[in-house]
C-alpha cells in the first residue's frame, strides 16, 4: 500500500518536467527546418502545392501553435509518436524493435559497472594510501579520461583482430541458425565488448564514490560499535558498513541512466548493435527527425522510471527515508 | 596563498598541472610547426609512425600528416571545451542564482526545466540539436554548452540556499541594495568557489562530447578535430590501427590533466571537504 502511494506520489512529481520536456521537444520540431509534409512530399518524389495545402490541412499543420502542441501532446501521451520517414513504419514500432538490445547492453553494464565499482571501491578504502589504493585509483582517473569509443576500437584491434577472441561487432552471428541457449550465448558473446566498453568508465566513477562513502562510513560510531562487540572485518564491512555506503551508490545509479542511454548511442555505433543508439543515430545522419524525438521521448521515459525504481531502493536500504515521506 | 601551496603540494594536481601545460604548448605551437593546413595531402597514405621523419606520427588513409592533425586537434578541443564550458557555467550561475535566491515559484519553475534537461539523455539531446540546426563547429560548441549546464545551475542555487538568509545578506536588505546588486556583488563571489571548480568536470565532460560526435562524423568535418582522426581510422582499424589510437591518447592526456587540475583545485580550497565526484556525462 505503502509502496502503491509512493509510486502514484512520485509519477504526479515527475508530470511536470515530462510536460516541460514534450512541449520542448515541441518547439524544436517547430525550430526544425520543413515539416511532416515536406518530408511526405519529397519521398512521394515531389508534388503540386494544392496537395501540400491539402496534406497540411489534414495533418492539422494550419492549425494555431497552441492547438498543434495539444494535439502532439495528446498523441504522445496514447504513445504514437508518429511514422518514421526512412523505415516506413510507426515510430513506436521500430523503437520497440530496437530496444531489447538496448536494455541488455545497460542492463549488462550497470551490474558490471556497479558489482566492480563496489568491489574495487571497498578494497581500494582497506587499503588507502597503499599500492592497492595507489593502483585502483589511478586506473578509476584513466577509463574516466578514456573516451568510450575509443575503448572499444582499441578493444576491437585486440581481441577481434589480434588474438580473435570476441566477435568485432553485430549482436548475433547471422545466418548461423542459432536457438535457444546457443543462440543467448552467442548473443552474450557478442556482448562482451559492447558492455565492457560502455561499463568501464562509469566503474571509474561508482569506485570512487565508493571508496570516499566506505570511508566515510567506517569511522562512524556503530561501525565502532560492531568491532567493539568483536565481530570480525569481513562482518563488520559486509553487515553494517556497506549498506550504508551504497547510498550514494544507488543515487548515482538514477542521475547517470541517462548519461548511460546516451553513452549507448556511441557503443552501439562503434560495435553495429542493432539497439536504440544506433537509431538515433541513424535517425540524424538521415534526418529522421521524428524518429529521433521518439526515442528522445522514450528515453526519458526510461530515465524516469530507472529513477523510480532508485527510490523504491534507496527505501530498502534506508528505511528511515521511506518513513520520512 | 595557503592554498595555492597545498595545491603543489599535492603530487596529482602537480601532474595535471604539468599535463595541461604541456596540451596548451602543443596546442599554441601548432600553426608554428605545422604551417600548412592540417586536412591537406601530406604524402603517401597510410605511412606507419616513425618510419618517414617528415611525418614522425604517419599518415592516415587520405595521406594528411597525423601529427598535424593531432597538433591543430588540441587548438580545436581546448577551445571547444572553454567556450562551451563558459556557456553552460554562465547559464547554470544565471538559473542557480536567481531559483536559489528568490524561491518559491520562481525556484520551482526553473528547476522543473533543470530537472527536464536532467531527464534527457544528454548526448541524444545533443544528437537532436545537431540535427535541426547543422554541425558546424560554432553550433557544435553551443549546444554542447547547451546540454551542459544543469549541474552547474544546481551547484550555484544550493549555495545561494545556504547563503541568501545569512547576516551579511540581510544586512544588504537593511541598507537598501536592489536584488540585483544583492546577487550579483554580494552572495555570488561566495558561491562562485565551488561552481569555478566544478568548471573543470564541465570542461572534460564538453571536450568528450566533441570528441565522440566527431568520431560519428556528426562535428564540423572542416576542422582537423581529434574524434574525426579516430572516425577516420575506422576504416582501417584491421591494419592501420595507429590511425585511431594516436588521437584517441591525446584526447586521454588532456581531458586527464583538466580533470587533475579540478580535483586538485577542490582540495587545495576546501581540504577538509572532499567535493562530490564528477559524475561523468556521454562519450
Known amino acids: 500500500m505503502t509502496i502503491l502511494l509512493l509510486a502514484l506520489r512520485r509519477l504526479a512529481a515527475s508530470l511536470p518536467t515530462l510536460l516541460v520536456i514534450l512541449a520542448g521537444l515541441f518547439l524544436l520540431l517547430q525550430l526544425a527546418p520543413g515539416d511532416t509534409v515536406d518530408a511526405l512530399m519529397a519521398q512521394m518524389g515531389g508534388g503540386d502545392p494544392a496537395t501540400a495545402e491539402e496534406l497540411r490541412r489534414y495533418y492539422g499543420l494550419d492549425l494555431p501553435a497552441a492547438a498543434q502542441l495539444?494535439?502532439?501532446?495528446?498523441?504522445?501521451?496514447?504513445?504514437?509518436l508518429g511514422q518514421s520517414a526512412i523505415y516506413g513504419k510507426p515510430v513506436a514500432t521500430v523503437i520497440a524493435e530496437r530496444l531489447p538490445v538496448t536494455l541488455m547492453l545497460m542492463g549488462a553494464s550497470l551490474t558490471l559497472a556497479f558489482a566492480g565499482g563496489t568491489c574495487l571501491g571497498v578494497l581500494a578504502a582497506r587499503r588507502i594510501g597503499q599500492w592497492p589504493d595507489t593502483l585502483i585509483s589511478t586506473l578509476g582517473l584513466m577509463f574516466y579520461a578514456t573516451p568510450s569509443f575509443w575503448f572499444g576500437l582499441m578493444g576491437i584491434v585486440l581481441f577481434a583482430i589480434h588474438l580473435g577472441w570476441l566477435p568485432a561487432g553485430g549482436i548475433e552471428e547471422v545466418g548461423a541458425g542459432y536457438t535457444g541457449v546457443t543462440r543467448l550465448l552467442d548473443i552474450a558473446r557478442h556482448l562482451v565488448l559492447p558492455t565492457l566498453t560502455l561499463a568501464l568508465v562509469f566503474l571509474a566513477t561508482y569506485l570512487r564514490i565508493m571508496r570516499a562513502s566506505m570511508l566515510e562510513v567506517m569511522n562512524?560510531?556503530?561501525?565502532?560499535?560492531?568491532?567493539?562487540?568483536g565481530l570480525g572485518e569481513t562482518g563488520v564491512i559486509v553487515r553494517h558498513a556497506l549498506r550504508n555506503a551504497l547510498l550514494p551508490m544507488v543515487t548515482?545509479?538514477?542521475l547517470q541512466a541517462g548519461t548511460m542511454l546516451g553513452g549507448s548511442v556511441v557503443v552501439e555505433s562503434v560495435f553495429a548493435l542493432p539497439g536504440l543508439g544506433r537509431l538515433a543515430y541513424e535517425s540524424?545522419?538521415?534526418r529522421d527527425l521524428n524518429t529521433l524525438l521518439g526515442i528522445v521521448f522514450v528515453s526519458a521515459l526510461l530515465v524516469i522510471t530507472v529513477n523510480f525504481v532508485v527510490d523504491l531502493i534507496y527505501g530498502r536500504l534506508d528505511p528511515r527515508i521511506a518513513a520520512g515521506r | 596563498m595557503a592554498a595555492l601551496a597545498r595545491y603543489w603540494r599535492n603530487p596529482a594536481a602537480l601532474l595535471g598541472a604539468v599535463l595541461l601545460l604541456l596540451v596548451v604548448a602543443v596546442a599554441l605551437a601548432a600553426p608554428v610547426l605545422f604551417p600548412k593546413d592540417p586536412l591537406g595531402l601530406a604524402g603517401r597514405p597510410l605511412q606507419w609512425p616513425f618510419v618517414n621523419p617528415k611525418v614522425w606520427l604517419g599518415t592516415d588513409a587520405s595521406g594528411r600528416d597525423i601529427a598535424a592533425q593531432v597538433f591543430h586537434g588540441a587548438r580545436v578541443s581546448l577551445l571547444i571545451g572553454l567556450v562551451a564550458t563558459v556557456i553552460a557555467i554562465a547559464i547554470g550561475i544565471?538559473?542557480?542564482?536567481v531559483a536559489g535566491f528568490y524561491g518559491g515559484i520562481v525556484d520551482d519553475v526553473l528547476m522543473r526545466v533543470t530537472e527536464a534537461f536532467q531527464t534527457l539523455p544528454n548526448f541524444l539531446l545533443l544528437l537532436v540539436l545537431v540535427a535541426v540546426f547543422g554541425s558546424d563547429i560554432t553550433t557544435v560548441t553551443v549546444a554542447i554548452g547547451l546540454v551542459s549546464w544543469p549541474a552547474p545551475a544546481r551547484l550555484t542555487r544550493a549555495e545561494f540556499l545556504t547563503l541568501r538568509n545569512r547576516e551579511f545578506v540581510q544586512a544588504c536588505r537593511v541598507l537598501g541594495m536592489g536584488d540585483a546588486r544583492i546577487i550579483a556583488r554580494e552572495i555570488l563571489p561566495n558561491a562562485l568557489p565551488p561552481v569555478i571548480v566544478y568548471?573543470?568536470?564541465?570542461?572534460?565532460?564538453?571536450?568528450?562530447?566533441?570528441s565522440a560526435l566527431a568520431f560519428l562524423n556528426l562535428s564540423d568535418p572542416n576542422v582537423a578535430s581529434w574524434g574525426n582522426l579516430i572516425g577516420a581510422g575506422r576504416g582501417v582499424l584491421r591494419t592501420q590501427w595507429y590511425v585511431s589510437a594516436i588521437p584517441g591518447v591525446a584526447?586521454?592526456?588532456?581531458v586527464l590533466a583538466v580533470s587533475l587540475v579540478g580535483q586538485g583545485l577542490n582540495d587545495a580550497l576546501n581540504p577538509r571537504?572532499?567535493?562530490p565526484a564528477p559524475v561523468k556525462t556521454a562519450a
Do not use: C, F, N, P
Not at chain 1, 495539444?70 to 504514437?80: G, T
Open chain 1, 284 to 286: 540524424v545522419v538521415q
Open chain 2, 251 to 254: 584526447i586521454l592526456v588532456t
Open chain 2, 199 to 210: 568548471a573543470s568536470v564541465v570542461m572534460a565532460v564538453a571536450i568528450l562530447l566533441e
Open chain 1, 252 to 254: 548515482l545509479v538514477g
Open chain 1, 220 to 229: 562512524l560510531d556503530y561501525v565502532r560499535t560492531a568491532r567493539a562487540k
Open chain 2, 273 to 275: 571537504l572532499r567535493g
Open chain 1, 70 to 80: 495539444a494535439r502532439y501532446l495528446w498523441r504522445l501521451v496514447q504513445l504514437d
Open chain 2, 94 to 97: 544565471a538559473v542557480g542564482a
